[in-house]
């Protein structure tokens, strides 16, 4: 079973460089999610998606842009890269954005911006 | 506004210990609280969650936690540490209510010693 889809799994990016984390789930789930993960800062919410065309900010979301074409795909860019953005990356699904639904991860993204 | 407070950054018991990790949260209205659980090199997966009904929830891997409202607390408990145990835990909390974000705990390391 396939579930939620990152790649790639690592890269390096120097400085004012972009690029698109790439994330597919294949269990129909119309809630899509961002975070990033920081030693010692947990995980915090880039954007969310609750369906096709449909996206939203959450608590970190300068320096990323996001679209949601289709229900499987949520594609997560970085614009200029900064050392900031330095960080693991994961990308989650659920099948509800109610807020008791399960999030089902990617196994992450790490990138190093130089 | 909702937080969650995981006190400590690492806790270290022997196989065959028990394993509490504490987790207090803050929301303006009734939870829904969630354990993650996250393996080196790997993506976060639930371990369990509360919603609503019986306040003591039993998860996978012989983990359960009790939600206690007059104490705001989540804490994760398991009888009997296991080496397979060791791992990254998160608590995390959202609310009822159509698009509403999980938002994590810092996480907590869990070592397990021979």
């Known amino acids: 079973n396939a579930g939620v889809t990152q790649t790639p799994k690592f890269q390096v990016l120097k400085t004012g460089q972009s690029m698109t984390l790439q994330c597919a789930q294949d269990m129909n789930h119309e809630y899509m999610s961002w975070y990033r993960q920081d030693p010692g800062m947990g995980l915090r919410l880039i954007h969310y998606?609750?369906?096709?065309?449909?996206?939203d900010q959450g608590e970190v979301p300068n320096g990323y842009n996001v679209s949601r074409s289709t229900t499987e795909d949520f594609p997560l860019r970085l614009l200029s890269a900064a050392p900031s953005q330095t960080s693991v990356y994961f990308c989650?699904?659920?099948?509800?954005?109610?807020?008791?639904?399960?999030?089902?991860f990617g196994e992450g993204s790490r990138l190093t911006v130089l | 506004a909702q937080s969650v407070t995981q006190l400590g950054s690492h806790v270290s018991v022997s196989e065959g210990a028990l394993v509490l990790l504490r987790c207090n949260y803050s929301?303006?209205?009734?939870?829904?609280l969630f354990w993650y659980v996250q393996y080196p090199n790997q993506g976060l997966q639930l371990l369990l969650k509360?919603?609503?009904?019986?306040?003591l929830v039993k998860g996978i891997n012989g983990f359960e936690a009790e939600f206690k409202k007059s104490e705001t607390s989540f804490h994760l408990t398991k009888p009997s540490a296991h080496m397979s145990d060791a791992a990254e835990y998160f608590c995390?909390?959202?609310?009822?209510?159509?698009?509403?974000?999980?938002?994590f705990g810092k996480g907590i390391t869990l070592s397990v010693r021979p």
């Open positions: 509360y919603t609503t009904g019986a306040t």
């Open positions: 929301s303006s209205v009734p939870p829904y």
């Open positions: 995390a909390v959202s609310r009822t209510g159509a698009n509403s974000k999980l938002t």
């Open positions: 998606s609750v369906g096709a065309g449909i996206t």
């Open positions: 989650a699904s659920s099948s509800t954005s109610g807020g008791a639904g399960e999030l089902f």
